[in-house]
Each structure stands twice: as C-alpha cells, then as structure tokens.
C-alpha cells in the first residue's frame, strides 16, 4: 500500500515528524478529540530516540544513555503506565579523566558527598548551589553563563566544572559560554534521583508509543515527508495554516491535505524557513530565525558482544577523557579524547532470549568536521574513532577486541541523513531557538513547533514535555482560531 492512500482530505492537525516530541503532541491532540495526521519522512518512527539491528542477535540504541526520574511521571501521565514502569535506575555512574575518578548513583545526596569528601568543598557552599540551580527559571532572564555561574560558587575549580558540566554536555550539548539555565535545568532533573533508562529497548518503547498512538486514533504515516505548509491569509489578514504538501519518499507521489494547525517536530529552523517559507514571516522574525546556532552534533561507536560472550561490569556510564584542562572545546574536537561508553547489559532487553551485550561510545562532534570530508576520508575518520573506541575500553576491558562481533560507527551526517536536522544536530538549536520556537504562532495562525530547542526542551525528558505543552497551545487555538 502507497502510505498516501485513503488519506482525509482534512485533518484538524497535521504533525511533521515522529520524534518524542512529535508522537507526544499527535498522541495529546488526538486525546483532545481532534483528528489528526501524524507523517514521518523515515520508515521507523522515533527520530532521534531509535535503534537498528545487526546480524548477530544485536540490537543498538542510540539515544537510550539516561534521562532524568521526571521521565516516569511525563510518561505515565501522557503515555501509559505500562511503559511508565518500564523506567528503572542506572546506579552506577563513573567519571575517568586527569582530574579524577569518581564513582556515583549521580544523584544529589551522592554528588553532595563527593564534593565535600572528594573535592573539598564547604558543606554550605554545596547546599547554596543546589538550591540556587533549583530556583532557577526559564522567565528569569539571567544573562549569566555557566561558565560564570561556576566561578561564582567554586572560583579557581575547573576540576569541579568538569564534574558538573561534562555529562551535561553529553546530555544536552550545552558548554560553559551557554546561558546558565542551560546547565541549571538539566543537571537539577538529573539530580532529583538520578539516570534512569527504558527497560525494554528503545524498540519495545518505540512499539508500545506506536499502538497508543493507532488506539486514540492517530492516523501514522512513514515514508511521507511534509514538503510544505501551506498557509493564506484571512479575511482579517491574518495569515493561518491551511494545509499541508505531501510526498511519499519511495515512489515520489503526492498529495495535499487540509488542516487548521501543523505541528512542527522538524528542527526549527527548518520548520521556519525552509517547509513553512520565508514568504510567511516578517523580515524581523526571519533574520532573528537565521541567526539561531543550531547545538552540536554527535558521533557514536556501537559495538555488539558476540552472541554467548559477556564482559565485566564496569558501570552503567563510564565518561572518559585524557584532556586536561577540561574545557568544552576540547569536547567536541575532531580529535577529542573525551567520549562516554554506554553499556547495555541483559538486563537492558530482558525480553529477548539470548543475553547480549553491547558498547555504544558517545563523541560530541561539529558538524562542519564531518560534512565536507570526502568519501576516503571520512571512511577513515570513521575507522579512526572505531578504534580509539576500542583502545580506550580496553583499559577496562583488555579482551574486548576479541568478544566484540560488530562494530560500525555514526557521524554528524548520519543524523543528518536520518533525522534532516540542519547540522546533524542531536539536541536541536542554542538557546535563542527556544523565542523562535515559541514566537511562530503569533506570525501564522495555527502553526507550532515542538522539537529539541533551545538546549533546555531537549533530550528525551525536555521534547516529551515541551510536545505536551505544544498540544495544549494548539489545542486551545483548534477550539478558537479567532481568539487572540
Ligand atoms: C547520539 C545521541 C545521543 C543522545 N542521547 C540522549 C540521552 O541519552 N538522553 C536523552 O534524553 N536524550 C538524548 N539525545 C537527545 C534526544 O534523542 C533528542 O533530544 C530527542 O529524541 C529529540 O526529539 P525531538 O522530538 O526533538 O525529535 P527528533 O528525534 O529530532 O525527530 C524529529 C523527527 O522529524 C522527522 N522529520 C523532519 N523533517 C520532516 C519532514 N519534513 N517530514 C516528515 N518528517 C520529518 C525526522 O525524520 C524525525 O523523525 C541524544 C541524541 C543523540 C543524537
């Protein structure tokens, strides 16, 4: 069946894209009662918090590393408590660089003793700094960096910022010269009780938000692309959505479908200025648009332990770094020697028959590295980071090379390829992308975005939540687009 066949010719909301976000505004609305149309341009749902398979019995995740324990109410409350119960706790944290080698539940109890005990910090220095992140809020307007947010509770300490802000990097992509909010949002969730994962694999949680999805009535496309929205102005002036251009991306049909309000899970900037169009927005809007930084991107080694094999447990995340100082640069470096390895033990996928093992290595990369290098180079710079992934675990594993069966890598431009987000990004755009985000349905009626952005309504947590909020924004205008 062509995935354009017996399409309505309108739907009150059309959704472009099937991120966390994306799914979590389309399950929302159609709860609401709306109709809705929900197309993903890939043949797997799930943007960027997907897997792949590999001969062999292996599964990989790619962004299944930890989320914060809000994950467990955002899920129960907008999705089902089956897959609510499904989250369980990554105890075993660790941190392997010049500065120092710390073990930890990662959450704010241990961190409160590793920074008096191990690092030598005043009891009421550690407590003022918890409860300074804690108060912070989007609608503050603090201007302060992280960076300056550091030297004003532990001056002098670049050991300590690293300790802060290198998982959150890994987990938002912010760096120290990012608004502090940035760095102060995530790291008080994560701290609130810790890391947590999906038990079951991003696979399982893909098919479980898949059937919510059909149950409520979501009309699920893969293979179309949403080339274009379409809008008009009212008689007012106003300009709305009206529609929406269709493209099945394995034959090239087309079609055209009528709708109040899109969704935008796409990144952005492209939602802005490339699928909606120039055409629609004032020049002030559109060159504040173009000069939003989209955050890095990421390369990743997946490595999968044959089949009857098993390795040590040598934690749940291990960070490692030869760089000394730390500094966010160095972080994202061609040649950087700071990557995570996330390891999947059975317990992962209790579910499957045979226990497996895996390695995902986790690399912050730029995408301007990757995306001009030609198809030799960029074969080797693939080969390179498989093997430093490899020379760096065997510092803990020394016979990896010999259980480990399959071993492939994933660049800026894998990303690109899968997902279309300008620069490959893996956590949307800085922080200013969150007003043009927010901004887009006071220029065009009836039209939202809801993606990584602005560093904060990112990651797994962050776009689920900021797809609820979408909802409810779009929800309101489907029952009165008159309305201011
Ligand atoms: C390597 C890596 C590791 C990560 N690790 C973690 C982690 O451990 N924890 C965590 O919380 N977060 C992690 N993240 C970030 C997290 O995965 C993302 O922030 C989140 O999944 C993004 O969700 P989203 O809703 O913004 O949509 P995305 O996942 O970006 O999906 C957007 C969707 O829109 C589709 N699309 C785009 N344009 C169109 C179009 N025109 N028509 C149709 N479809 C379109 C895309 O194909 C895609 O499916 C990681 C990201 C990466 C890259």
């Not at 043949?43 to 292996?58: C, D, M, N, P, V």
């Not at 692309?225 to 007012?236: F, G, I, P």
Request: with cysteine; hydrophobic share 40%; glycine share 8%.
């Amino acid at each position: 069946m062509n995935p354009l066949d017996d399409l309505k010719p309108r739907y009150d909301a059309v959704v472009i894209g099937s991120g966390l976000g994306g799914m979590t505004a389309a399950n929302n609305l159609a709860k609401f009662g709306w109709k809705v149309l929900l197309c993903e341009h890939h043949y797997q749902l799930g943007g960027l918090a997907t897997y792949f398979k590999r001969k062999g019995g292996h599964a990989f995740d790619i962004s299944l590393h930890g989320f914060p324990h809000g994950m467990i109410k955002s899920t129960r409350r907008y999705w089902t408590k089956d897959i609510s119960d499904r989250i369980h706790q990554l105890k075993d944290v660790r941190f392997i660089n010049p500065d120092f080698d710390v073990r930890t539940t990662f959450d704010r109890a241990d961190f409160t003793r590793i920074l008096i005990e191990q690092f030598k910090v005043p009891a009421e220095t550690v407590e003022g700094f918890f409860a300074h992140l804690r108060a912070m809020n989007y609608y503050d307007d603090d201007k302060r960096t992280t960076r300056q947010l550091f030297d004003e509770f532990f001056p002098g300490r670049p050991d300590i910022q690293r300790l802060l802000l290198e998982p959150i990097a890994y987990a938002n992509g912010s760096t120290l010269d990012d608004p502090a909010i940035t760095f102060g949002i995530v790291f008080s969730n994560f701290m609130s009780k810790g890391v947590f994962i999906f038990q079951g694999g991003t696979d399982l949680l893909i098919q479980l938000m898949t059937a919510e999805l059909k149950a409520n009535g979501v009309d699920v496309r893969r293979n179309v692309l949403v080339e274009k929205v379409m809008t008009e102005r009212d008689a007012a002036g106003r300009r709305r959505v009206v529609g929406a251009k269709l493209r099945d991306t394995r034959f090239g049909k087309e079609a055209d479908v009528a709708c109040a309000t899109v969704i935008s899970n796409a990144n952005v900037k492209d939602t802005a200025l490339r699928i909606v169009g120039e055409e629609a927005f004032d020049p002030a809007f559109l060159t504040a648009a173009k000069a939003v930084r989209v955050n890095s991107s990421s390369c990743q080694v997946y490595m999968g332990v044959r089949e009857g094999e098993s390795i040590p447990a040598i934690g749940d995340l291990v960070f490692t770094s030869e760089a000394k100082p730390f500094s966010s640069t160095e972080l994202t470096d061609f040649h950087t020697t700071s990557r995570t390895y996330s390891v999947y033990y059975p317990d992962t996928r209790p579910q499957t028959k045979v226990p497996h093992y895996a390695v995902v290595t986790s690399i912050n990369q730029l995408w301007d590295s990757w995306a001009n290098l030609n198809e030799a180079d960029y074969a080797h710079h693939k080969a390179r980071i498989i093997e430093e992934s490899f020379v760096g675990l065997e510092k803990f594993i020394p016979d990896i090379r010999s259980k480990v069966d399959w071993a492939e890598a994933a660049t800026p431009r894998t990303v690109n390829r899968y997902v279309r987000h300008t620069g490959g990004t893996s956590f949307g755009t800085k922080f200013e992308g969150l007003k043009i985000s927010m901004d887009l349905p006071t220029h065009v009626g009836g039209l939202y975005h809801a993606g990584s952005v602005g560093i904060i309504m990112s990651g797994w947590l962050g776009t689920i939540n900021y797809g609820v909020i979408v909802s409810a924004k779009a929800d309101t205008y489907l029952r009165d687009p008159q309305a201011g």
